[in-house]
């Protein structure tokens, strides 16, 4: 059987190889559109958490294998159609991720100084569709609309003491715009209330321990949870108390001195849902946010915030909506729920289209960490072996496999990356690192990596 997965991240080399593992004789091409591969475990996954990269180290195993090729710098639905592709492989398996972000949907979300997180991290993890985002980071206060692991992430960057990103492979230019960075209090903004929050303990700690920063949050805030919480499942009990413990603790005699230690600051505020984005007299950049003071009806995680009526202006000069990515369809032939932003699928295999299957974000909605794609990934490979054991897949007529695929691309002036192509980009990334005391330099121009590679 010859399959082909489309994208690189984690979702598409799990996929690729629960099915090598699972079947002696099954080839795997994988199709990206970078010419570089692993998605948001480069892209996404920030800077000072080099210890969640190390599964690169596996899908390098995934890639080497005889029976798996990878071919980036083609881009499924623009170089090769996904019809092209189907009549090439056996099955194909979409697991692209969710390349868009969710809009507020509010008056001013296009002024300056408002920038997606999505894009905010792009940014400074190098990647190439965000490097001219160019922030604003003059302001002393930003504002983060959202309550997940992201935006902790972005706050965390922006309070980050230099000399500790400076160890990180965070890119050049982006380390630059943070040192003169005049970011000193960051607040993190959600509709819903503590026990809602998105962000996991491992995070939220991460940022209590920040050196150089204090939290603040208002004791106020958690007023009655002790009893709410004895219901809830260990890992959200955890969060809550941690934030708590954080909330209550009284500053001791040394005040002075640990807020003059601590020049830097963030807070969580809750239950309030961004209306307008202000702009400054001159109509052109972000001055502020409006809210709307909101209360909860239900409980845990399917509380809905509803306005009150009563609404409050925090200022800022930054705002980063980190409220969700969002998956777009990549071919107009393919089955697309277009409100949920996922691929109608059941147990991966697409509805409706014999032979394509999804995984990851695409599969199941932007949510989760590596843990869960890993997961969800197997459980579509699963079906796809299922698949070929039951004879739902037709392996009877051979097919063509990357043959076809590049004689199409070819005829289009398109010229694939190889995986030793990326080794040779990945090299001199570690080698220009090297020589800045950082674990790798990211380049973050494509025709530069082309550049590289003779192509």
Known sequence: PRLCVVGSGPAGFYTAQHILKHHGGARVDIYEKLPVPFGLVRFGVAPDHPEVKNVINAFTQTARSERCAYYGNVTVG?????????????????????????????????????????AFVGWYNGLPENQDLKPDLSCDTALILGHGNVALDVARILLSPLHLLRKTDITDSSLAALACSKVKRVWLVGRRGPLQVAFTIKELREMINLPG?????????????????????????????????????????????????APREWGLKFQRSPQEVLPTTDGRRARGVRVALT???????????????EVEELECGLVLSSIGYRSLPLDPSLPFDTQRGVIPNSLGRVEGVPGLYC??????GPTGV???????????????????????????????????????????????????????????EVARGKAAGKPREKIVDPQEMLRLIGH
């Open 359 to 364: 995984s990851g974000w695409v599969k199941r």
């Open 213 to 261: 920063t204090r939290p603040l949050l208002n004791p106020a805030d958690f007023t009655g949870l002790e009893n709410a919480i004895k219901d809830a499942s260990r890992p959200r009990k955890r969060l809550t108390e941690l934030m708590m413990k954080t909330a209550l603790e009284k500053p001791g005699e040394k005040t002075a001195e640990v807020q003059a230690a």
């Open 295 to 309: 209360h909860l009806e239900g409980l845990g995680d399917s509380a809905k915030a509803i306005p009150t009526g």
């Open 370 to 428: 590596i843990i869960t794609t890993m997961n969800d990934s197997f459980d579509t490979a699963q079906s796809v072996l299922e698949d070929l054991q039951e004879g739902v897949l037709d392996v009877s007529t051979s097919r063509e496999g990357f043959g076809a695929v590049e004689s199409i691309l070819r005829s289009r002036g398109v010229r694939p990356v190889s995986f030793s192509d990326w080794e040779k980009i990945d090299a001199a």
């Open 78 to 118: 623009r170089d090769v159609t996904l019809t092209e592709l189907r009549q090439a492989y056996h099955a194909v398996v979409l697991s692209y991720g969710a390349e868009d972000n969710r809009v507020l949907g509010i008056p001013g979300e296009n002024l300056d100084g408002v920038y997606s997180a999505r």
